[in-house]
């Protein structure tokens, strides 16, 4: 990642603005980081800051040095520091090319993928409740799957992650978190090597919970001091178990299992674990593993809708997961969230695809209902981006995400059903 020192008086349309030169809270943008589109920003920009921060991987317009840039004296390249990373992986490839026949077949083999590892992390959580251990070897073959799905095309595995069961939370959640991880990691650049050993780490983040009794897992109300002294064993727990299994399970996963519910400030448990080794894969798993739950109905906890989950979590991030990073994962899912059900201003239903490929309001989406909420025999993929200036009689902005349940839409209708062919 690249970054440049850009004079307000020199930004253009098409630049990527990654930091400003003062708080984004005090600015009027939403997100930290967007893509220069429109002439209002750019004239909201100049009157609030007198230089910004442009990341050239982001932007879509290449010229961002000689006579564009800032000639003050005071121009800085700013590099990612994060261990890890293949800084030569552009954070822009994930966009989906509205090709049905491609998404199906990806819808396909990420659905068989999940199926397999669902069904693996069942068997595994009742095998260790009956006092197994982990087969490493096992557990890491079925990460390598996940990552093939993922890398193929991620924002399918992003989608079906909306395939959730309150009665069979755990297992879907560690399977989700995965996902989800795995993803953004890719997403942030890292190589494939990397995708495996943090996923693995993802994965089994809540492997401790098979320690965990039952009645305490899905109890309905709140958790006793007792109680809430059991369930935050489990890191600590999962990361013996790892250990006591052998294998050759690394030790960045390692960390991942003990540290994922630590927090940059030093909040979290368990005390014990180092804060220093809160790295960044521990808390792209962390960041995942609040998102899935927050968005997930439980026994005790209404599902909300992602967008709500991703303006808390950003809200609070600076004392979480550190803001850059956060803006990071609301990049890697996008705004309006890949899975999430929106309503345009015609009055049509939407699921979201993909983020935006050029502007971040307008993603990628699969049309489910019509203006009058009857569901659509054919079902076809949009980009809205391109909507917008190629039949502009239309109102396709997005007015607000909506919760599926409460138009009857849910199930195969947001996964399988009807993908046009």
């Known amino acids: 990642m690249k970054r440049i020192q850009v004079a307000v008086e020199d930004l253009r349309l098409g ?11 005090d600015s009027p943008f939403l997100f930290q980081g967007f ?15 007198r230089h910004v921060l442009v990341d050239e991987a982001l932007s879509t317009v290449s010229d961002h040095t000689g006579s564009h840039s800032s000639t003050s004296g005071h121009e800085r390249v700013v590099a990612s520091s994060r261990p890890g990373v293949d800084s030569a992986s552009p954070r822009t490839s994930r966009v989906v090319q509205l090709d049905p026949k491609r998404i199906l077949s990806a819808v396909q083999t ?18 260790l409740r009956l006092g197994h251990t982990v087969d490493t070897e096992e557990a890491r073959g079925f990460v ?34 995965c996902v989800l991880t795995v993803a953004f990691c890719r997403h942030l650049g890292y190589s494939r090597t990397d995708l495996e050993t943090i996923g693995i780490g993802a994965l089994l983040h809540d492997i401790g919970k098979s320690k965990t009794p039952e009645h305490i897992l899905n109890k309905p109300g709140r958790l006793s001091p007792e109680e809430w002294q059991i369930m935050q064993r489990h890191p600590e727990d999962g990361y013996r178990m790892m250990q006591e299994a052998g294998g050759d399970i690394p030790d960045v996963a390692l960390q991942i299992i003990r540290g994922h519910h630590r927090r940059v400030n030093g909040a979290g448990y368990p005390e014990q674990f180092p804060l220093g080794e809160l790295d960044v894969p521990v808390l792209t798993v962390a960041i995942a593993d609040v ?24 809200k609070g991030a600076g004392q979480t997961f550190g803001r850059e990073l956060m803006e990071d994962f609301i990049r890697c899912v996008g705004i309006f969230p890949v899975g999430s059900v929106v309503e345009l201003g015609n009055g049509s239903l939407a699921l979201v695809i993909s983020p935006g ?36 009689g239309q109102d396709w902005q997005i007015r607000r995400v909506v919760e599926p349940g409460q138009h009857g839409i849910g199930g195969e209708e947001l996964t399988l059903a009807d993908l046009p062919s």
């Open 35 to 49: 893509l220069l589109e429109r002439q209002e920003d750019l004239t909201t920009i100049r009157s609030l800051c």
């Open 15 to 25: 630049m990527y603005v990654a930091e400003l030169d003062r708080p984004w809270l």
């Open 110 to 127: 990420g659905h068989d993928t999940r199926q397999r590892t669902h069904g693996y992390l069942k068997t595994l959580f009742r095998d």
């Open 357 to 392: 490929r050029s502007e971040r309001l307008l993603p990628q989406v699969l049309m489910l209902r019509d203006a009058h909420g009857h569901r659509l025999e054919q079902r076809k993929l949009v980009d809205l981006a391109v909507a917008v200036r190629n039949r502009p």
């Open 144 to 177: 390598s799957q996940m990552v093939d799905a993922i890398t193929d095309y991620p924002d399918v595995a992003i989608w079906l992650t909306q395939m959730k069961n309150k009665d069979e939370y755990t297992s879907l959640h560690c399977l989700n978190v």
């Open 291 to 314: 998102y899935d739950a927050m968005t997930s109905e439980r026994c005790y906890h209404q599902a909300m809708a992602a967008d709500e989950v991703l303006r808390l979590m950003r």
